[in-house]
C-alpha cells in the first residue's frame, strides 16, 4: 500500500491562507469519512488536528479546517501564525490494509 | 488526564525481538482501540497495526503481518508491541496512540526509539 499522496512542502505569511491537499484512492479517501490531519513539530509526538475529515478536538483552534472531495482531502489553515510551522501528516481508513499515512508535508511560515 | 506512557529505548542486534510497552491512565481502557505508529529517522509515519482493546482483535500492516504482534493487559491497563527478527531499517521511533470516533488518535504515547545495530 503506497502512501496518501501530499505535496513536499507549502509555505505562507503570517496572515495568510494555506491549503495542505491529500490525495488517496477510491480505496481509501474516495470512499470512507475516515480521514485525519496530525501536525508534528520536530522532535516530538504528532498531534490531532482534525479527524473524521471534518472534526476538529477540542483545544484545536477554528483556524485549522478539513474537507474533501473525490479522492482528494483537504487541510486549510487560516490566520497563519508562526506557531504553526511544522510537518502535516494526513491519514485514512483503507479497506485493503487498515490505516494508511500520507508522504507529509512541511510548513514554512514565512 | 488521558496519558500514554512508554517504555524506554531499546538497542537491539538484527534478527533479535523488542517489544515495547504502553500503559494507559486517565480513562477507561478498554473504552478506546490503540494503534502503534513508527517513524524512521527523517521519514514519514508508517502505521504498523491496531488493537481492539475490549477484546483483544487486531489488524496488521501487510508489510509487518509476519513480524508484528500487538497484545494487551486489561488488568494492568497495558498495550505491548512485539516486533521480531529485527532488521537495520526497523530503527525508528515507536509510537503507541489512542482512537477518538474513527481512526483519528487523539493522544499519543512520548515515543520509543528502538535501535537496530550490529
Known sequence: QSALTQPPSVSGSPGQSVTISCTGTNSDVGSYNRVSWYQQPPGTAPKLMIYEVTNRPSGVPDRFSGSKSGNTASLTISGLQAEDEADYYCSSYTSSIGWVFGEGTKLTVL | QVQLVQSGAEMKRPGASVKVSCKASGYPFTSHAIHWVRQAPGQRLEWMGWINVGNGNTKYSQKLQDRVT??????????????????????????????????????WGQGTLVTVSS
Open chain 2, 70 to 107: 500487538i497484545t494487551r493487559d486489561t488488568s494492568a491497563s497495558i498495550a505491548y508491541m512485539d516486533l521480531s527478527s529485527l532488521r537495520f531499517e526497523d530503527t525508528a521511533v515507536y509510537y503507541c496512540a489512542r482512537v477518538v470516533g474513527f481512526g483519528g488518535l487523539d493522544y
